[in-house]
């Protein structure tokens, strides 16, 4: 573990009396002293590399050139540099040895200094060198990949559509195991790629890489495995039902026997990661005809704004890249969605292609959650190096936050932009919900995924035990079988892109799920007093005070307090369970006299 916790308490107590001035007589240590003059340093170059940095990568991604991939390739290069820093990384580990003379928001300006510094530590050039090159050789791999179905290439939008679309099983199979060939080519890069992200984690001290990765949270590995198994072991009643009515009812649908498990080639999505289109719930989609796409990114603005929030700044809409490219214009942009914090102060953009349906209201909601968050703490008080969430899931959390409230009926109602007489079957939307987004989720991002790489990480699985301990943990979490058996020969796990290029990170998303269901549920109960399941955000002040004062502390404070603080709780499933509760008593009579699970 890289912070004393109890310790990281009793300094806030004294950083803060020290702030309000009750010991404005007493002079800071010499090492305080030091570690400030650094810090001011570190800080201003960190912003000003930051913001070259994102002005590059932000042109390479609207307006995607090989001059334009260059320049941002040269600018990475030069940030990473920076960060990496041997000088930095000594200064900033000296003053760490003596923390005791410093001040809270010092010791987290130093770990957040050292925790950019571990992503490319220049005390071993060499070391670092030879990840980049590996990373960029998988990257490669993985983007340029063809996937090919009977001896014919198919695209990956092709096997998503097939597996939306297909009722016939044999050609479900065929589909399925075409979209598991990438994890063969990607096996000897990802073997590699361990040794060499282990070999930077221990270069910082730490014990491999995965425990790198969970020192953002301040937690250690194990910390990390069970908070993600307690998540799971709340929601397991729950999810054993989803299961088994899911079972029934594509059983039902493919006319076959009611498997044990289900046949991972049944479910729409490759990974079983969600399972939507199951539900025939009522689609949204007719209440936009007729919309336009600045109504969509206008309605997510007011929806802040009617929070209390201030309107988005002029360069957002004038520096912005909102609309897809217009048909016959040749330049070519990244068409995922994202939002940028150009300059780690007011310049804020967000690249999207809006159309006017639901999914673009939804993502334009969440996108917009990045922006507030940057803007809400981009403040002197917050030094650069602090500019950021108070965990990697916080951010995700609110921008899912708002996209889970923008969704709402009552508030769509109060938008006008389904009608006041429409009346939605509930069950269907809660259930239809719990599948595609909430439930299935967990057990693929807090089981398979975190226990899968924490082991390939921290306890060095041979590799040619990686495959049957992937299958071994979809079948534990999941309640999921492969279409036909999987040999060592595959490697199922690297068909998930995360896996190769964002690696031991997957618990950040359960997290920002479970986080987000908290809040709302403080939000419904205590200041809306309405059902979680169906309220209006609307021009609620109390609203945006509750979420801002948590938005303005970037990552000045441990996540576990802000959330303590704000919510009342620790971090728990609690919520979410109470959320998709009314499904439970449904479920359970859809269910009866059928055997629950799969062991
Ligand atoms: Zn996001």
Redo the contacts with the bound molecule.
């Keep these: 573990m890289h912070q004393c916790f109890i310790r990281i308490k009793l300094f806030l107590a004294a950083s803060v009396a020290f702030a309000t001035g009750a010991f404005c007589a007493a002079a800071p240590s010499p090492i305080q002293e030091r570690a400030d003059r650094f810090l001011s340093l570190v800080n201003a170059s960190y912003q000003a590399l930051y913001t070259v940095n994102s002005e590059a990568q932000w042109l390479a991604a609207t307006d995607v050139t090989p001059a334009h991939d260059a320049a941002s390739e040269v600018a990475g290069k030069a940030y990473a540099a920076f960060n990496g820093n041997p000088a930095i990384i000594t200064e900033a580990k000296y003053l760490l040895s003596h923390r005791a003379e410093l001040n809270e928001l010092t010791v987290r300006e130093l770990e957040h200094a050292l925790l950019n510094a571990a992503e490319g530590p220049m005390t071993n050039p060499q070391l670092v060198a030879d990840r980049v090159a590996a990373e960029t050789a998988q990257a490669s791999i993985l983007n340029s990949f063809e996937f090919k179905l009977h001896g014919q290439p198919i695209t990956v939008n092709q096997i998503d559509n097939l597996l939306e679309s297909s009722t016939d099983l044999a050609e479900r199979q065929g589909v399925w195991l075409a979209s598991k060939e990438s994890g063969k080519a990607l096996k000897g890069g990802l073997i590699k790629l361990r040794g060499l992200r282990n070999g930077v984690a221990q270069e910082m001290g730490y014990h491999d890489y995965f425990e790198l990765e969970v020192a953002s949270y301040g937690m250690t590995t194990e910390e990390m495995v069970k908070l993600n198994d307690d998540f799971m072991r709340v929601l397991r009643p729950l999810y054993l039902q989803l299961h088994t009515w899911v079972k029934y009812k594509l059983a039902e649908k493919y006319h076959q026997p009611v498997p044990k498990l289900i046949p991972a080639h049944w479910i729409n999505n490759r990974w079983s990661q969600e399972w939507s289109g199951i539900v025939e719930a009522a689609s949204l989609d007719p209440f936009f005809k007729g919309r336009t796409p600045e109504f969509v990114i206008k309605s997510a603005e007011m929806f802040y704004t009617g929070l209390g929030f201030a309107p988005l700044p002029a360069s957002f809409w004038k520096k912005s890249d909102l609309y897809p490219v217009p048909p016959g214009d040749p330049r070519k942009k990244n068409t995922h969605?994202?939002?940028w914090h150009i300059d780690l102060n007011t310049d804020i953009r967000s690249l999207q292609s809006i159309e006017a349906n639901p999914q673009w209201f939804e993502t334009a909601h969440?996108?917009l959650?990045?922006g507030y968050y940057f803007m809400s703490y981009s403040r002197p008080e917050v030094p650069p190096l602090l500019r950021t969430g108070a965990n990697p899931a916080f951010?995700?959390g609110f921008?899912?936050l708002i996209a889970l409230a923008s969704g709402q009926v009552p508030y769509l109602k109060s938008l006008g932009v389904i009608p006041a007489d429409f009346k939605p079957d509930e069950t269907a939307f809660l259930l239809d919900n719990a599948l595609a987004a909430g439930i299935p989720f967990m057990y693929w991002s807090s089981g398979v995924m975190t226990h899968w790489e924490a082991d390939i990480y921290a306890k060095n699985l041979p590799a040619d035990q990686w495959n049957a301990r992937w299958w071994k943990y979809v079948r534990e979490f999941q309640g999921i079988e492969p279409a036909v058996a999987r040999g060592e020969e595959w490697c199922d796990a690297a068909t998930k892109t995360h896996i190769n290029d964002n690696p031991a990170y997957y618990y950040s998303y359960a997290i920002a799920e479970v986080f987000k269901h908290q809040l709302h549920a403080y939000i419904a109960k205590n200041i809306l007093h309405q059902p979680p399941q169906s309220c209006n955000y609307a021009n609620n002040k109390e609203v945006g005070d509750f979420l801002r004062q948590i938005m303005v502390k970037g990552a000045t404070e441990d996540w576990r307090k802000v959330l303590k603080e704000a919510t009342g709780e620790e971090l728990s499933t609690r919520a979410m369970l109470e959320y998709y509760q009314p499904l439970m008593s449904w479920l359970q009579e859809q269910n009866k006299g059928r055997p629950i699970g799969w062991e």
Excluded: D, N, Q, W
Aim: hydrophobic share 10%; glycine share 18%.
């Design positions: 969605a994202s939002c969440h996108e959650g990045h951010h995700e921008g899912e």
